[in-house]
């Protein structure tokens, strides 16, 4: 008996959308990472099926040609990627999938799948289930024959009925992704050297109550670290060297933290990497293991100067702590980029008008900056966080909230001293080129987030 054919499909789009971690967004430059979801469920789905990924975004596959290739072969099941923003896009391709190959079974995951119900189960056509937790194997059991409730999918029962998902556990362990299936010499991150690089994940979910942030509705889990070490010496021993950590917040048990970094270097496993963290969790001990375990940068959410504002939305950071953190970090080596968002309910606008030298003034070596937008499964004030569509999503005017983003990013980008500082660390020509193209989609007008 043959295994059945799986697709783990990142669908194309008019824009070069990510909807992996339940967010929905479009990037402005020649960077791009893999899709978490999918690359997590291949280690599982490849324990049932004979698999193949076809990331159409990274590879640049306008509609047509993308379909081409996902109905070279007839697969039984397709995973698919969607989010809000492309969401559209994302159902004529379903459908245009399913007229091809009337039988195939499609399974999707992002945002917009995620927090509405039973309701995408109308809206894509094929649709038979949703992955609510992308380290579970519930889709491979579904596969396998296994029906009730099982880990991370909710699904369509035979009869119709909506099957919803069983809880999750309180560590999360899953099988090696299988990264070789992916096209790595395509992805890119906007830090560092320009070179292929892996996806690793240390703990899941959020524990921290941001209302900005979707991460929180996920129940927060941790990796066993040897899981995490055995990952990370594949990569090395496939010839990467640069690590994305794709925890929303790494750091979050320094214990656990620690003896990732002490194991990295204890195996010879000295990546260049960077991860999301907070400045209020990264004490000396961890920061310097993270150095030395090769942590060239941090990314810390500091969001706005106004702290007022920032407490309102469930982050309580003290400005010495946070200039104390960037200060400690660079005695390390380690660069920081801050994430900033402007536009929070009651935000005064004089706000907006200095973040860009908050942030150069505290020590941030990249700015990121983005409007603040009540996202599925998010919420900017002290109502729930909101599951569906039609919903208020700014509490300014849009327009000019995104008028204020290029403007922004090149107070920041455009200093001589910035700019001086890349161009010394260039080394070729292709570095050069990416620079530029870097440059370009930071600074152009149309820009609206790095």
């Not at 900005?212 to 090395?236: G, H, K, Q």
């Not at 860009?356 to 966080?385: H, K, M, Q, W």
Request: hydrophobic letters at 40%; charged letters at 25%; aromatic letters at 10%.
């Amino acid at each position: 008996m043959s295994l059945p054919r799986i697709l783990l499909l990142n669908p194309p789009g008019k824009a070069h959308y990510t909807r992996d971690c339940l967010h929905s967004n479009i990037t402005k430059s020649d960077y791009y990472w893999h899709q978490l979801d999918l690359l997590l469920q291949s280690g599982w789905l490849a324990q049932v099926g004979e698999t193949e990924v076809l990331d159409a975004v990274v590879e640049r596959l306008p509609f047509q040609a993308a379909l081409r290739r996902a109905c070279a072969k007839s697969h039984d099941y397709v995973l698919m990627m969607t989010g809000e923003r492309s969401m559209d896009e994302d159902r004529r391709f379903a459908a245009a999938l399913a007229e091809h190959h009337p039988d195939v079974k499609i399974f999707a995951s992002g945002d917009v799948v995620f927090f509405r119900g039973e309701k995408p189960f109308s809206e894509y056509r094929n649709l038979r289930g949703v992955i609510t937790d992308f380290t579970a194997d519930g889709l491979k059991r579904y596969i396998a024959g296994e029906r009730g409730p099982l880990p991370g999918l909710r699904y369509l029962a035979d009869d119709g009925t909506l099957q919803t998902d069983r809880p999750a556990e309180k560590t999360t362990s899953y099988p090696r992704p299988r990264h070789e299936s992916f096209p790595l010499e395509r992805y890119r991150l906007p830090f560092g050297r320009s070179i292929p690089f892996g996806s690793v994940l240390t703990t899941f979910g959020c524990p921290y109550p941001c209302r900005y942030c979707n991460a929180r509705m996920v129940r927060f889990r941790t990796r066993p670290v040897l899981d995490v070490i055995e990952e990370m010496s594949w990569l090395w021993q496939h010839g990467l060297r640069k690590l994305y950590i794709r925890d929303p917040t790494f750091g979050v048990r320094p214990d656990e933290a620690l003896a990732i970094c002490r194991e990295m270097v204890r195996e010879g496993l000295v990546f260049e990497w960077n991860a999301f963290t907070r400045p209020d969790i990264l004490d000396d001990q961890l920061l310097e293991a993270m150095a030395s375990s090769g942590c060239v940068l941090v990314q810390l959410g500091l969001e706005t100067p106004d702290l007022d504002a920032l407490r309102a939305q469930g982050k309580r950071f003290v400005e010495s702590s946070i200039r104390d953190t960037i200060e400690r970090c660079h005695a390390l080596g380690i660069e920081v980029c801050g994430h900033f968002m402007i536009g929070f309910p009651g935000e005064d606008r004089s706000t907006w008008e200095h973040i860009a030298d908050y942030a150069i003034d505290v020590g941030c070596d990249y700015f990121a900056l983005n409007v603040a937008e009540v996202r599925l499964g998010t919420s900017l004030t002290n109502e729930d966080p909101v599951t569906t569509l039609e919903r208020r999503r700014y509490f300014f005017d849009e327009s000019e909230l995104r008028a204020q983003i290029p403007r922004l990013n090149r107070r920041f980008y455009a200093r001589p001293g910035f700019v001086l500082k890349q161009l010394r660390g260039v080394s070729d020509t292709r570095q050069l080129w990416s620079l530029a193209r870097k440059g370009i989609g930071v600074l152009a007008p149309w820009a609206t987030s790095p």
